[in-house]
């Protein structure tokens, strides 16, 4: 029998959430509230969609040039975002994870980050996904299996659904005071700037509208961010301290692809460029583990 391209199917159901995990990436393929989507889906038997639902690992977002030093010693990766010219979202976007275990709402997916060149370090990671009353929870546990410290970063990627209609339509609620402004040719870093003033302050809940928003988010006052629909629906993302970044993307597409389906939430534990920066960067040490976890739930 033939497996789905998008790898080994896990389906998940608990009360009134459903959801299904496919093992390419570790991702996220659907999830459900009473038959509603809260995020935007994809079939099992095709290619995902660019990062839609992926586990982002060893690093969230890019690494500019992809290039970066840690150590005392230079690394080159290989150029993921050739059209911006990044290494973007890390080294297991198109890894197929390993089941470790399962149960009727959950499952448990591993696999090993091998030392290669431009990320000379070995990492086990470990995927959780478990539905609970509150909604869907994910976490992603890091191991150091290797013999020298580890630069790491971690996130997710799904895209949010908050109703019918789309992007334009809904309410958000994103309560950050900073934003980091970023370059428009290669979106590398410039300097967090607080949000007064500019079109990315949603401290107060309202309409997204035409605003296009494709930028890494600090300064969280509450680690939560809501999409509300004019009906009234909506979604949550909630994550834990390990966090203390998010990016929010529009899913703005070039026509004729669909866009601004839903909305990108990626809380991260990292800025984008981290490796670079030093920014927030996770180091394990040989030995040693790193988490962050988050859930989404309905509205």
């Known amino acids: 029998?033939?497996?789905?391209?998008?790898?080994?199917?896990?389906?998940?159901?608990?009360?009134?959430?459903?959801?299904?995990?496919?093992?390419?990436?570790?991702?996220?393929?659907?999830?459900?509230?009473?038959?509603?989507?809260?995020?935007v889906p994809f079939e099992a038997d095709g290619i995902r969609p660019v990062f839609r639902g992926a586990t982002l690992a060893p690093w969230p977002n890019r690494i500019v040039g992809g290039v970066y030093s840690f150590g005392g010693a230079d690394?080159?990766?290989?150029?993921?975002?050739?059209?911006?010219?990044?290494?973007?979202?890390?080294?297991v976007g198109w890894t197929s994870f390993a089941l470790v275990t399962r149960g009727d709402d959950f499952v448990v997916l591993g696999t090993t980050?091998?030392?290669?060149v431009g990320y000379p370090f070995r990492l086990d990671l470990e995927v959780e996904y478990r539905l609970t009353d509150a909604g869907l929870y994910q976490s992603v546990t890091a191991t150091n299996t290797g013999?020298?410290?580890?630069?790491?970063?971690?996130?997710?990627h799904p895209y949010l659904v908050a109703?019918?209609?789309?992007?334009?339509?809904?309410?958000?609620?994103?309560?950050?005071?900073?934003?980091?402004?970023?370059?428009?040719?290669?979106?590398?870093?410039?300097?967090?700037?607080?949000?007064d003033d500019?079109?990315?302050?949603?401290?107060?809940?309202?309409?997204?509208?035409?605003?296009?928003?494709?930028?890494?988010?600090?300064?969280?006052?509450?680690?939560?961010?809501?999409?509300t629909a004019p009906s009234g629906t909506g979604v949550a993302l909630e994550w834990d301290a390990a966090c203390p970044w998010v990016q929010v993307h529009t899913a703005d597409r070039p026509a004729p692809e669909p866009s601004r389906r839903g909305?990108?939430?990626?809380?991260?534990?990292?800025?984008?460029?981290?490796?670079?920066?030093?920014?927030?960067?996770i180091v394990i040490e040989p030995g040693a583990s790193a988490s962050a976890g988050w859930t989404i739930s309905a509205l």
């Open 113 to 116: 980050i091998e030392a290669q």
């Open 198 to 227: 500019t079109d990315f302050d949603f401290r107060s809940p309202h309409v997204i509208g035409d605003t296009f928003i494709d930028h890494a988010f600090t300064g969280i006052t509450a680690p939560r961010v809501e999409v």
């Open 263 to 281: 909305l990108a939430v990626e809380p991260m534990t990292c800025p984008p460029d981290a490796f670079n920066s030093g920014t927030d960067l």
């Open 1 to 39: 029998m033939t497996s789905p391209l998008s790898g080994a199917r896990y389906d998940l159901s608990l009360g009134d959430y459903a959801a299904s995990i496919a093992s390419v990436g570790a991702s996220l393929r659907t999830l459900t509230f009473q038959g509603r989507d809260l995020v």
């Open 75 to 91: 690394h080159e990766l290989a150029l993921t975002e050739p059209e911006r010219g990044n290494a973007l979202h890390g080294l």
């Open 147 to 156: 013999v020298d410290a580890a630069p790491f970063g971690t996130g997710p």
């Open 163 to 195: 109703g019918v209609g789309s992007v334009d339509d809904w309410t958000l609620h994103l309560p950050a005071e900073l934003v980091l402004t970023v370059t428009p040719d290669t979106l590398a870093p410039i300097v967090t700037v607080s949000v």
